[in-house]
């Protein structure tokens, strides 16, 4: 016997959903934000670097348990949820597509997961450059999971595509070239300081 929903089931199950993504979403690019302050810190001197890593640790626990993990269930929930309301969208292209993504984010955030467990062990092996990088995948991600929502079967192949591509990975570039500015100033006032 099929499920019996109210008509506005699918509203509420879209409504939750888009909040459950929004959540996830703003905890993963904060999350891998916090770990590039941590392994940062590895650079102050003693006692303010165990206070600063400690500190990071406590927040990326509390984000990633608190936010991060609760928005996740969320939106999966809310997204099995639109499936049983319109299980048409299993037989589409572009939900095969979302879905392929989705399980990628999976995985990045089961990543996340592992990354803090190292950096709480004093066992990560990633850097600061490395971790900025890693933190521009979810955007990437995310853009071309509204765009499969948006478009649907029609996935736009034009300029403009192309240009919102362009633009990802220009903002992409632009924080690493920041980053690696601020690294280069911090080092000259260093040896001037010094010398």
């Not at 709480?120 to 600061?128: D, N, Y």
């Amino acid at each position: 016997m099929p499920l019996a929903l109210p008509p506005e089931a699918y509203l509420w199950f879209k409504t939750l959903h888009i909040v459950g993504v929004v959540v996830w979403f703003a905890g993963l690019f904060y999350l891998v934000r916090l770990f590039i302050y941590h392994v940062e810190a590895e650079e102050l001197q003693d006692p303010v670097r165990g206070a600063f890593k400690a500190q990071y640790a406590l927040m990326e626990r509390r984000l990633a348990n608190i936010i991060t993990t609760p928005g996740m269930v969320v939106a999966v929930a809310m997204a099995v949820g639109l499936l049983v309301v319109q299980p048409a969208w299993l037989h589409q292209s572009w939900m095969h597509a979302k879905l392929a993504l989705v399980v990628a984010l999976l995985a990045y955030h089961a990543f996340c997961y592992r990354l803090m467990g190292q950096l709480r062990a004093g066992t990560c092996r990633w850097g600061g450059k490395q971790l900025r990088a890693l933190n521009e995948l979810p955007t990437l991600m995310l853009v071309l999971v509204v765009m499969l929502v948006v478009f649907k079967g029609q996935f736009p192949t034009g300029a403009a595509t192309w240009f919102l591509v362009a633009l990802v990975l220009a903002m992409a570039a632009s924080i690493q070239f920041y980053a690696r500015w601020r690294r280069l100033r911090a080092e000259r006032e260093t040896l001037a300081a010094g010398g």
